[in-house]
């Protein structure tokens, strides 16, 4: 597969941050030539002994085999290697696909020093081809001699993992717990939430906090429902989709035994920034973006119905092509929120562009300046707020629009 | 706004079927001036006492002014006049919206010679606006005065619907009920399921069969499960969905009570079948369409399941961009079936273009020749087939693909 330059998205945020070291985590990447030329593609994350890790998958019925690798894997709790490869997703391989998770498993083990069973493995990149996991032999025992825990690694990590991404997504945050401070780093990849054959999301979460793994799978549940569940680029689920934490616990903290504790406030709240921040790049580096889009929902009988609202809003190719169009097209809002079959009564709904509010009480508002809102259409950040005068529930979601780009990534022949 | 001049779709048909009168039906289309100029925008159809009448309409939470009325008028049962207006939804028009039905009814009672009850209406095209619907005044007893059953004025009646459309959409067929020969004609508009603002989906079917309102609707809604409902161009859903079928009873059969009545065995074929046609004219004028898609789903544990399978098959956007770049890429297929949420088991897929398997058993058909799959692609017709391997549920829908030309179309300013 050819690696033609696509040039970065213009939603790119104007720098990268250079992450600090995270104790007990170290990083090399490599090239496997597991279908790229002149371009690493594999990572290796060394982790401490003791490390503890949580993770949530793609809810498709036909998980790649490395999810199914990853949700045995976890029973176990403990983690010492993380391998991500691109360029293959070993999605709907079979038997073979089983056969090249367990290789991978069995020499990273090797490399890292540790049972087979603490190893995690993700794969993004072409489905249904066989991955050829025996070019690993001999890689990452050299990645695990030469892993490192400075900024260039980590920046380095963040380009291995990605496929049709047109730029390394890194975040990273610092909390404190019990008056020590810990950190997170975060590394993701994707270009939509999405595209099974090359766009699959993957993020890896890392913080030297100490805590137990059920604290840890809690607080990754409730982020990612405030974070990576809230955005969306085309409503396609890949079969590989992956996020995982992984805590070292060398931060020297006292032990925190509930995810409830009181003590963990700052620490979840900079790692729910940290996941809205990955997420949030996702949607910026969706295949062909143009513009960011934030749906907000207000309004609606309960937060659950103001949710699946905003994303009928934000999954609708209606709506998303008129953002493309910069066409303040509230029509198409009112049809995907009739669409959505959740309580809604089109004589209550208001609709704004940005500030401009564009409909009200079931009509076109009567003061709405058209010169307004397609000032708003045309700045590169647009929000759509929908509210639906029924209750207080709530959400938000984001979005990028659909241009003839998508098109053309998407429907380019496989080469 | 201008009719800036569209290719017809390549998925046209080579012609246009000639449609025979339906006795009781006279049809008569004007220019009102709605919206559109240099152009019919105006439908009359005339239907005569004793007309029966049966509808089905959007699910969408937020419908149209028109559609609330015929929802109404439906209680009556009764029709004498239907009046179909293009260039403007009436729909989220708030008060206005309902003034302007009642305003639409009134005159064409008057021309007809009816009660308001017995008039329905459609409107379809841009959402949001205040229909002018007193521009109708003179206009429909205009046409009255010179509707025809002549096979012209079903031609203008199909073209004076369209919006988006590149081509009108006809089809005719024959019945025998109890030995007396019946005709069914149908006329619709859409290129699209789909979108509010020009793209809605109407469609209007006439016989003289002489049969009861419940008949009718049994008839409709059966039907309609296995024809617009099997169809999709980008899952979008219009607030003016309409799809009605009147009655007019001239042709003289024996009386039929039930739906059930083998007497009608022939009758709900043909109404089927045109149905069908219908819809496949809708897909095959899918905003921006390239080629027109049959997706099979076999091997399901319901025939509703197999359904839910196809319809994500069939609005994935990965899926349809693939079509469209010609590109057998079946990792798509399982991700959309995967992300349908209904049983499936992985390793039990096989997938088909066309006649090539190219997966079989949860990995990739060791038999499958790219080339051969390649030249399915090709074609301006595809095929999709799925088997999930677990039961003998099963459902065929019809899309389109994804290209280009849905963005341009979509994504202009509005004018």
């Known amino acids: ?117 603490e190893v995690f493995i993700a794969s993004t990149g072409v489905i249904g081809e066989p991955l050829p996991a025996e070019r690993f032999e001999g890689v990452l025992a050299d990645c695990a001699g030469r892993a490192s825990d400075g900024s260039a690694a980590w920046a380095e990590a963040a380009r291995a993992i990605m496929t049709t991404d047109t730029f390394p997504k890194l975040a990273t945050r610092e909390a404190t717990i019990g008056g020590t401070t810990v950190r997170i780093n975060g590394i993701a990849k994707g270009a939509g939430m999405i595209a099974p054959d090359m766009a699959t999301m993957l993020a890896f979460v890392f913080t030297d906090a100490a805590l137990p793994q059920a604290v840890l799978q809690t607080l990754l549940a409730e982020g990612t429902g405030r974070s990576f569940n809230c955005v969306t680029v085309d409503g396609d689920t890949s079969t590989s989709d992956t996020l995982m934490l992984f805590a070292t616990g060398r931060a020297g903290h006292a ?53 699946r609202i905003a994303m009928s809003i934000a999954n609708s190719p209606l709506v998303k092509t008129a953002v493309a169009g910069e066409d303040a097209n509230w029509g198409r809002v009112v049809m995907a929120v009739g669409k959505a079959g959740e309580p809604a009564d089109r004589d209550r709904l208001a609709i704004w562009f940005g500030d401009v509010r564009v409909a009200v009480e079931g009509a076109r508002d009567p003061a709405y300046s058209e010169e307004a809102a397609s000032a708003v259409m045309r700045e590169p950040e647009v929000e759509v707020r929908v509210d639906l005068g029924l209750g207080a529930g709530r959400a938000r979601v984001w979005t990028c629009d659909l241009t003839k780009g998508y098109i053309e990534i998407n429907g380019d022949y496989r080469s």
Chains 1, 2 share one sequence.
């Open 1 to 117: 597969m050819s690696s033609k330059p696509s040039p970065v998205s213009p939603l790119a945020p104007a720098s990268y941050p250079d992450l600090p070291p995270v104790a007990g985590v170290r990083l090399a990447t490599a090239q496997a030539g597991i279908r790229y030329s002149g371009r690493t593609d594999v990572l290796y994350v060394g982790l401490e002994a003791g490390t503890q890790a949580a993770g949530v998958f793609t809810r498709s019925k036909c998980p790649s085999a490395p999810v199914d690798w990853c949700r045995d894997a976890l029973a176990g709790g403990s983690a010492r290697a993380l391998v991500v490869n691109s360029g293959n997703a070993n999605a709907f391989t079979g038997r073979l696909g089983r056969e090249a998770v367990a290789l991978t498993a069995r020499i990273a083990a090797a490399a890292a020093g540790c049972a087979e069973g």
């Open 255 to 307: 032990p925190v035994g509930q995810a409830g504790d009181p003590a963990l406030a700052g620490f979840k709240q900079a790692l729910d920034d940290l996941l809205i921040e990955l997420a949030q790049l996702v949607a910026r580096d969706g295949e062909g973006a143009r513009k960011f889009v934030t749906v907000r929902v207000e309004g609606a009988e309960s937060d659950a119905s103001a949710h």
